[in-house]
């Protein structure tokens, strides 16, 4: 009998886990990578919480789904498309109360973030 294993990530989908990074905010300090892949959702999990707008948050990424985490007022989650992920690196700014997060949504086949805090 043949069992096939169909909820495991694929190879080159690897999920790292949680990460931790951190970002100070000093002058000319290189933005967090965030290793993602297509269709596949990163929760980004901040410090403080996220700058609200009208629409909900100040971020959008074109070729990609942005949605507010559904019960931490400090996180969100980005699920980027195919098109996107068959691209070059995203630079990002996640706009907190407190300041901004600079971050690089970087397609890297065999790494993949599912928790970046």
Request: zero cysteines; glycine letters at 10%.
């Amino acid at each position: 009998m043949s069992v096939t294993a169909a909820a495991q990530p694929l190879p080159e989908e690897k999920l790292e886990g949680e990460r931790e990074v951190v970002v100070t905010g000093e002058p000319g300090e290189r933005p967090a990578v965030v290793y993602a892949a297509a269709n596949v959702g990163v929760q980004l999990v901040f410090d403080a919480p996220l700058q609200r707008t009208d629409g909900g948050i100040a971020l959008r990424l074109p070729g990609g789904d942005v949605r507010l985490h559904p019960y931490l007022e400090n996180a969100l989650v980005l699920t980027p498309s195919k098109a996107l992920a068959s691209g070059p690196m995203v630079p990002l700014q996640v706009h907190l109360v407190d300041g901004g997060v600079p971050l690089l949504l970087t397609f890297q086949p065999g790494r993949v973030d599912h928790v970046l805090r």
